[in-house]
């Protein structure tokens, strides 16, 4: 498994670069935005997934691990190959990608190339409560930055009591950024202070 390469990049176009690792050069697929931020000549380090077909062994290059965990989150979904994958990483970060999956819309992921109505809308079901532990808090408003774990099991329990994630992420950034250093780490503290910010309000369930 090739996990990484590190070198300078000899032949670079908009969804390619060849990049020489001692003596040898590694052709590697990469989006369109990170071709944009790279020059031939470069030294460069890219995370890669190695992608094995009965006819072609095919590398994908990435800046960071967030961009390939997330490739590798977009190849679970029913319909999306590799290069539907980068093609999303392309026209979108990693943030906006986030962004979408949490407030259940399909809309920048149908308007990719190469992704269809119903591929969109599977991208957006079957990563739901999966991108959040990926990216960290590039999904999150900037005050949510410092949550952790602890703010991360409060965001699940609320929507296990049927609050969509998009609400209950907010609720508990709203919370935590009020809370004292203690109450942030404490899950049934938080988990209070979230549900008296949401008050009385009926969850909004799936289908509801």
Do not use: C, Y
């Not at 990049?9 to 931020?37: M, P, Q």
């Amino acid at each position: 498994m090739i996990s990484s390469l590190r070198g300078r990049i000899l032949h670079l176009d908009a969804e390619s670069a060849i990049i020489e690792v001692g003596g040898v050069g590694f052709s590697v697929a990469i989006s369109a935005a990170l071709a944009r931020s790279l020059h031939l000549g470069d030294d460069i380090l890219l995370h890669t997934a190695l992608i094995v077909r009965e006819d072609a062994l095919s590398l994908f290059g990435f800046a960071d691990r967030e961009e390939l965990s997330v490739f590798h989150h977009l190849l679970s979904v029913s319909g999306v190959g590799p290069k539907s994958a980068l093609g999303v990483l392309s026209a979108l970060s990693v943030p906006q990608i986030a962004d979408a999956v949490i407030a259940e819309d399909d809309a920048p992921f149908r308007r990719v190339s190469g992704i269809g109505p119903k591929t969109a809308k599977l991208i957006v079901v079957q990563l739901a409560g999966k991108l959040q532990a990926s990216v960290g808090s590039a999904s999150l408003p900037a005050s949510a930055a410092a949550r952790g774990d602890v703010a991360g099991q409060v965001v699940a329990a609320l929507t296990a009591l049927g609050w969509n994630e998009r609400t209950s992420v907010e609720a508990v950034s709203m919370v935590v950024d009020a809370a004292t250093d203690a109450e942030r780490h404490s899950v049934p503290v938080l988990l209070k202070l979230a549900l008296a910010q949401l008050g009385p309000a009926r969850p909004e369930r799936a289908g509801v």
